[in-house]
């Protein structure tokens, strides 16, 4: 079966988290100077994650046994954003994680990713025997579209889903810029750049070749 639209974007978006991932696992990611790879790679994967919940999970809970998936998803995700927390801490000192094994946080969150990757891609499955070329493809656009404006940084307490989780995610956003812009934090727009232009689902909708490497 051929991949849909959206399950190709989001093959896309995990092969870029994993890029991002690789630096942290540096022994020297804690060095001022490497800091903000790690910065990086948590602050794509917190945009990911709440742009799914914003998005995707809105059409997954119409599916049969919708709460159930949704619940599964937020579980994942909450102890995927304790643990992108806990990295981050690790690296900046704080003195509230500092007992925990860094090696041991990476393989936690590389296990939480294994994990996050099926259940989008069998949930991408499931909505693409329900619904149309033109709705998956849309789907996609609105996806990826939602990363850009997504908060920086994981808030696992937060409400994730639903109304009030979109509000969060708003509210966040407000407040993970400013923090952002305190502390001289670059988020690599790069790796979302808008779908209408150059961007991964330009590539799967004209079916122009994908770029193997970032310039």
Do not use: C
């Not at 989001?10 to 790690?38: N, Q």
């Not at 059409?59 to 937020?74: F, I, K, Q, S």
């Not at 407040?175 to 808008?194: F, I, L, M, N, Q």
């Amino acid at each position: 079966m051929t991949a849909s639209t959206l399950e190709m974007a989001l093959s896309y978006e995990h092969a870029k988290i994993r890029e991002l991932a690789e630096p942290a696992r540096h022994p020297a990611a804690a060095h001022p100077d490497r800091r903000h790879r790690t910065d990086w790679f948590y602050a794509i994967a917190a945009q990911h994650l709440a742009a799914a919940e914003d998005v995707l999970l809105a059409r997954v809970r119409r599916l049969p046994d919708g709460a159930e998936l949704v619940a599964a998803y937020v579980s994942n995700a909450k102890d995927l954003e304790r643990n992108l927390r806990y990295l981050k801490g690790r690296q900046y000192g704080d003195s509230r994680v500092q007992n925990l094994d860094p090696y041991d946080v990476l393989r936690t969150i590389d296990r939480l990713l294994d994990e996050h990757e099926r259940l989008e891609t069998d949930y991408s499955r499931q909505l693409d025997e329900q619904l149309d070329d033109a709705t998956m493809n849309a789907l996609a656009e609105e996806l990826l579209e939602a990363e850009e404006v997504a908060p920086t940084r994981a808030h696992p307490n937060s409400p994730h889903t639903g109304r009030t989780g979109r509000i969060a995610h708003r509210m966040w956003r407000l407040a993970d810029t400013a923090w952002d812009s305190a502390e001289g934090r670059v988020v690599p727009t790069k790796y979302h750049v808008h779908p209408k232009r150059n961007s991964a689902l330009s590539h799967y909708l004209y079916g122009t070749p994908m770029p193997t490497t970032e310039k």
